[in-house]
């Protein structure tokens, strides 16, 4: 049996919340930026407003609708198999979270580039960057997923 099936019934329910609000939230956020919003975060250096992006993650220049989206399902399926083979060899449910928010953050931004040809952005970092929170949480999560193998071994 596999340690996610074992754990606590409200470990796994908190934890399928958290992805659910995450999703939600950002699902939220972009609709709030399509629909106008906006405002200062952090005088002029940090602010809320709604960008089309077009390019990948970090506005990397890879652009056109079939291209990204290829790579967004792409990613989806390597994570899908990754968690797929992290159930069926034991591995923590530190894992499988971590794996779990990256799936729902790649799908909100598939969903974005299926329905709009674009990813939703809406934080603006003025002098670097502009994305979202499913950008935030999908990077968050590969690192701490990264840190926490290699304290592993």
């Known amino acids: 049996m596999n340690k996610i099936s074992t754990k606590n019934y409200f470990?796994?329910?908190?934890?399928?919340?958290?992805?659910?609000?995450f999703f939600i939230a950002d699902r939220y956020l972009k609709l709030e930026a399509l629909n106008g919003s906006t405002l200062p975060l952090i005088g002029n250096i940090f602010d809320f407003y709604f960008v089309a992006n077009y390019y990948m993650a970090f506005s990397l220049p890879l652009n056109g609708i079939i291209l990204n989206t290829i790579v967004c399902v792409l990613i989806i399926a390597l994570s899908v198999h990754a968690s797929h083979l992290r159930l069926k060899k034991n591995y923590s449910l530190t894992e499988i979270t971590l794996i779990?928010?990256?799936?729902?953050?790649a799908i909100s931004n598939l969903f974005d580039r299926l329905m709009y040809g674009y990813v939703v952005d809406y934080l603006n970092l003025?002098?670097?960057?502009?994305?979202?929170?499913?950008?935030?949480v999908i990077s968050s999560a590969a690192i701490f997923l990264i840190f926490y193998n290699l304290k592993k071994k």
Do not use: C, E, H, P
């Open 11 to 21: 470990t796994n329910i908190t934890i399928a919340l958290a992805v659910v609000i």
């Open 100 to 105: 779990l928010f990256i799936i729902a953050g």
């Open 126 to 136: 003025q002098y670097f960057t502009i994305f979202n929170l499913a950008d935030i």
